[in-house]
């Protein structure tokens, strides 16, 4: 018998900016997870969004344009009642100091990588990756990143990934989550407040982790030198405030 496997479809885009003391200091990619089959019904409620927000449907949905606390709230309460996972990978761009501006994201994307095939190992699937747009991101490179068997480092097991893409935000709904997933992550580490925080408090049923642990897993961390703050008022914050 076939051991048939399940299609999952991620979803990845990216917050602030990776260069080394001229950009933000934390540079953070952001995964989320759904089934394939059940894609469609999910990317819908984005159109619920939009309409919660009386925006035109064919506007793109972008955290940095919202307006309000409680805007930004129900975007996170309706993510969290959604059959999504969440992998987010946090750089802390001040800690680098031997690697270039121009290599962060694919140095540092390793860790998605090898987060994203260790769900598809725990669930039996395979990966359907449909990728932000950027500058300098091409299918080959990505593809070639992927299959390397130079980058030891990770545990990336390029047999569980079907598919690559590269597709601008706007044509994906669910790329237009992702974005409000990272970008929020992003708000809660540079204003480091619990008004911030309450954002991932919201979602943090949705954050990949093992044994009730997100530390690692849903949330990573990087470089291994970096002593972040903000990290650890934001762990802090959601220890104490079980949802």
Known sequence: MIDEKKEYNIYIDESGDEGINKGSKYFILTAIMVEKEKD???????DDIKKSLEMNNKIQLHWKLLKGFPNKRMIMETVSNLEITIINIIIDTSSITYIPSNNIYFYFSGYLYERICWLMSERNGVANINISSRGNLSKKSLGN?????NHKKFEIDSSKIKTIK???NERKKLLQLADCCCSALFQALKYN???HFDYIKIIKNKIYSKKGNFISYGLKLVPSSS???EIKNLIEYLKQNKK
């Open 193 to 195: 407040d619990k008004t």
């Open 40 to 46: 469609l019904e999910i990317s819908r409620s984005v």
């Open 227 to 229: 002593n972040s703050i």
């Open 145 to 149: 990143f992927v299959n390397s068997r």
């Open 166 to 168: 590269i597709i601008p």
